[in-house]
């Protein structure tokens, strides 16, 4: 399995680059708040991870092994980004039922981006401009453009597609994590914002 260099804080919630393992010693103060003694939890999430080992395995020179992996890339952002809406959406509902209902009623790409947008106090697009993740973002309409040909029975490879296509699969698997790791902890941030606001 894929490993990641992150890992997240049990106390608040903020997500750490960790390659060195250091905080795997519970006595490592946390960086963002000093936590210790609490086993720090795994990010991504496992899914995403096993998400990322399928692509891993996959021969992008084949046709059949390109589209699984644009099909696994594909959920997986959807997945970091559905992470993403957990953390904005307990800033904004304390109940379990109102969050899940609200991801039940934005489902795929195109309405979870909508759902971020109302949430969070900046557009996704504005976000990863700034945070110089512009090209993600390009490259994320751009593959699910052809996981939905895929999907829906119309993708027919063009031979000179194959290159384009291995270098989607590549630029995206290389930077999304560090993306979504600066996009989290951008949503903990409103979410500590909010606690702030609501104590005044
Ligand atoms: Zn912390």
């Known amino acids: 399995m894929c490993k990641s260099p992150y890992v997240k804080c049990p106390s608040c919630y903020t997500v750490i680059s960790d390659p060195e393992r250091k905080l795997q010693n519970l006595a490592e103060p946390a ?33 059949k092994d390109r589209r699984i992996a644009i099909v696994f890339v594909s959920t997986m952002l959807e997945l970091l980004l559905e992470n993403v809406l957990w953390e904005l959406l307990s800033a904004h509902t304390k109940s379990l ?9 934005y489902q795929g790409r195109e309405r ?24 993600l973002l390009n490259d994320w309409e751009q593959l ?22 291995r ?18 902890n951008d949503a903990v941030r409103q979410l500590n914002e909010q606690k ?5």
């Open 112 to 135: 979870r981006i909508k759902l971020y947008n109302r949430l969070s106090d900046h557009s996704l697009r504005d976000f990863f401009i700034q945070h110089e993740f512009s090209s």
């Open 167 to 184: 270098e989607l699969i590549q630029r995206i698997t290389r930077s999304c994590l560090q993306a979504f790791f600066v996009l989290h």
């Open 31 to 63: 960086p963002c708040c000093g936590d210790t003694g609490h086993i720090r939890i795994s990010w991504p999430m496992e899914d995403v991870l096993m998400f990322f080992e399928i692509v891993r395995q996959q021969d992008l020179n084949e046709t």
């Open 144 to 165: 699910a453009k052809i996981r939905n040909k895929i999907v829906h029975g119309r993708y027919f490879a063009e031979t000179t597609d194959a290159l384009d296509e």
């Open 196 to 200: 702030i606001d609501s104590n005044e």
């Open 97 to 105: 039922q109102l969050a899940e209902s609200a991801l039940d009623s």
